[in-house]
């Protein structure tokens, strides 16, 4: 079974918005990852809803998105209009983090919770089996283009060791600078999703470096 690769478009050409949907549509890749901010959660501000409503319809793809922004269970049903496959919110966020899984889970969307680079994977453990993705951000998240932290690789494979001891189904995301030097460890080490922004968008050909992520 291959690599599920979910694209971010926050690394985009917004001048080009459509043609770069359009692209997605013709490619492997299986989900569009939508990086919704706040500027206030993350000190940057990416998506209002008139953008995701165009990708939305434009995109043959599910979307993948990902809510950077504080109490982020006043939106879940704003975002769940869409089709939405995964649907994912920050620990660091979320004071009634178990009522707004399961909210999520109940309009028919996966449930993902993603946590910071420094949070420590165990928070997780009471609560791993009602979530269906963790989305393990490997830089701090509000801005596209930097660069991979290290020790995400150790946190995958704790995540993991977590997983496998509760029986979880949970998949693992990686989220921020994965890119084909370090996807291979990603995957070895447990990961089931791959979110890459620069790596796919920058690149000349983005079609071939999806079908290189999804055949590792």
Request: with cysteine; hydrophobic share 40%; proline share 4%.
């Amino acid at each position: 079974m291959s690599n599920i690769v979910s694209p971010s478009i926050l690394s985009a050409d917004f001048g080009n918005l459509a043609n770069d949907i359009l692209m997605l549509n013709d490619s492997n890749a299986d989900w569009v990852h939508i990086d919704v901010m706040d500027g206030q959660f993350v000190p940057n501000i990416s998506f209002g809803m008139p953008v995701i409503d165009y990708i939305d319809t434009l995109s043959k793809k599910p979307l993948d998105i990902h809510l950077m922004i504080s109490k982020p269970e006043r939106y879940i049903e704003n975002f769940l209009k869409y089709n939405t496959k995964v649907l994912t919110i920050h620990l660091e966020a979320c004071r009634h983090l178990h009522r707004a899984i399961h909210e999520i889970k109940t309009k028919g969307a996966m449930a993902g919770v993603a946590i910071n680079p420094h949070t420590d994977v165990n928070h997780l453990d009471e609560i791993i089996n009602d979530i269906d993705i963790v989305c393990l951000m490997s830089v701090n998240p509000g801005f596209s283009g930097q660069k991979f932290i290290e020790n995400s690789f150790n946190k995958v494979k704790k995540l993991k060791k977590i997983i496998q001891e509760k029986k979880s189904n949970c998949k693992i995301q990686v989220d921020g600078g994965v890119n084909i030097k370090n996807a291979k460890k990603l995957i070895n080490n447990g990961a089931d999703v791959l979110v890459a922004g620069n790596f796919i968008f920058k690149s000349e050909n983005p079609r071939k470096n999806i079908i290189s992520l999804k055949e590792i």
